[in-house]
C-alpha cells in the first residue's frame, strides 16, 4: 500500500466497510506464516517477469499478522512512514523494518480477495524497494498500481490453490 493521507482514508473506509459486512473470513497467521516463503518466490516470478532470481543477500521481509502485532508498536511504525497514526492495523510494507504487517480478515463473496494475494501485494512493494532500489518516500501513484497489478495476477493464477484456508504450494 502506498500511503498518503488519502490512499489512508480510502484504506480505513473499506476496512470498516469490510468489517461491516457478513462474509469476512480470516486466515490463521500459522497458514499464512506458512505460506510466505512460496508466496514470496512467486512473487518475484510475477514481478521480474520470470527473468529476476531470489537474492540470498537481501533477506526476506518478517511478516507479522494482525493478531500477533502489538498495536503501538505498529502505530509507532506506521506514523513514522505515513505521517499519521492508524487506529487499526492494516496492510502495509514498512522498508524501515522491513517488516510486512497483513490484515487476516477480508470480504470473501464480493472480491474473492484473500489474504493470500494481499501477501503478493505488499511482497511487490519489497520488491519495488529492496530489489529495485526504490524509496518508499518517493513511491507515486505507479507503484501502487504495478502492486494492484501483480496481486490481481497472484490472484487468477493461484486463486484455487487455496483450500480450506491454507495455501498449497504448486509444484
Ligand atoms: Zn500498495
Known amino acids: 500500500m502506498n500511503l498518503g493521507k488519502w490512499g489512508l482514508v480510502v484504506t ?6 469490510g468489517r461491516a459486512q457478513a462474509q469476512e473470513t480470516v486466515y490463521s497467521s500459522e497458514n499464512i506464516h506458512a505460506a510466505i516463503q512460496c508466496i514470496h518466490n512467486l512473487t518475484l516470478k510475477i514481478y521480474g517477469k520470470g527473468k529476476v532470481a531470489v537474492n540470498p543477500n537481501i533477506p526476506p ?14 502505530q509507532n511504525l506506521a506514523e513514522a512512514q505515513i505521517g499519521l497514526k492508524p487506529d487499526t492495523i492494516f496492510n502495509i ?8 504487517y497483513l490484515n487476516s480478515s477480508y470480504k470473501s463473496a464480493e ?12 511482497l511487490t512493494h519489497f520488491f519495488q ?10 513511491f507515486t501513484d505507479a507503484e501502487e498500481q504495478e502492486a494492484i497489478s ?10 484455487a490453490n487455496i483450500k480450506n484456508g491454507k495455501f498449497e504450494c504448486p509444484q
Open 12 to 17: 480505513l473506509y473499506f476496512f470498516m466497510l
Open 61 to 74: 521481509p518478517t511478516l507479522i499478522v494482525d493478531v500477533d502485532a502489538d498495536l503501538t508498536e505498529f
Open 93 to 100: 510494507y514498512i522498508p524501515a523494518v522491513n517488516r510486512i
Open 111 to 122: 472480491t474473492g480477495r484473500s489474504a493470500y494475494d494481499t501477501l503478493a501485494h505488499e
Open 129 to 138: 524497494v529492496k530489489y529495485d532500489g526504490s524509496s518508499i518516500a518517493d
Open 150 to 159: 501483480i496481486q490481481t495476477q497472484f490472484r487468477e493464477m493461484y486463486g
